[in-house]
């Protein structure tokens, strides 16, 4: 069964500071890959998604992900973090033969200090 | 506004009693699909559809029914024979049952057993 790894569970950083979080997946064929964000009160949300084509995505608010095949992995990066970066963030795959169904990460919490 | 509307946002019902939770879009999506989540575990699939009067089970199904008897709506019923319901339930759709597509969430109903 195709399943999806987090690595951190909460994260902690300074304003300003760099962020990647990982995200591993497991299946050996065609997968789409999407990072989704939670804000405080706030529904589950489309950060980005990656398809097919250049493997760096660009998403809203100055995030991007790397998609790198060889290492089954799409690990979200941010350079300067903000204080409303604040959420949980949670990696999905849907993977080709799966029926269409997102499989999520556990999630990751994080914590930015102002 | 197009989206999905979950109601209530909160629910509380008394042990072995049956709750039935809302989820109605207006996006003229034809899948729809019901997640839980519990702090720590990510989201977990309980049903989905891919079209009106068909559904079908996820990874958590037991102790939950659906019905899809409209496009727009896909009612979940929390039955007495789930052992843990309390939990935040979200419902999500997208345009079709495809792997490259994306699902769009609602705000989520926050379930409390007692």
């Known amino acids: 069964a195709q399943s999806v790894s987090q690595h951190n569970h909460h994260v902690i950083l300074s304003e300003a500071a760099s962020l990647e979080l990982g995200c591993n997946y497991s299946?050996?064929?065609?997968?789409?890959l999407f990072w989704y964000v939670q804000y405080p009160g706030q529904h589950l949300q489309l950060l980005l998604k990656y398809f097919s084509g250049d493997p760096l995505v660009k998403g809203i608010k100055g995030f991007e992900a790397e998609f790198i095949k060889s290492k089954f992995s799409f690990n979200l990066r941010k350079p300067s973090v903000q204080w409303s970066d604040t959420a949980e963030y949670f990696c999905?795959?849907?993977?080709?033969?799966?029926?269409?169904?997102?499989?999520f990460g556990k999630g990751t919490k994080l914590s930015v200090k102002p | 506004d197009g989206g999905i509307t979950q109601s209530p946002k909160y629910l509380f019902r008394k042990e072995g009693q049956n709750v039935t939770l809302s989820c109605e879009q207006n996006?003229?999506?034809?899948?729809m699909y019901w997640y839980r989540q519990d702090p720590g575990q990510g989201l977990r699939l309980i049903y989905y559809?891919?079209?009106?009067?068909?559904?079908q089970k996820g990874d958590i199904a037991e102790g939950y029914s659906v019905s899809r008897e409209k496009k727009e709506s896909f009612p979940l019923t929390v039955t007495s024979a789930q052992k843990n319901p309390t939990a935040f339930y979200l419902c999500?759709?997208?345009?079709?049952?495809?792997?490259?597509?994306?699902?769009?969430f609602g705000q989520g109903t926050r379930l409390t057993v007692v």
């Open positions: 999500a759709s997208s345009i079709d049952g495809r792997v490259d597509t994306e699902a769009f």
């Open positions: 559809s891919q079209i009106v009067n068909d559904f």
């Open positions: 299946y050996g064929g065609t997968v789409n």
């Open positions: 996006l003229n999506h034809d899948a």
């Open positions: 999905a795959v849907n993977a080709w033969g799966s029926q269409g169904n997102l499989i």
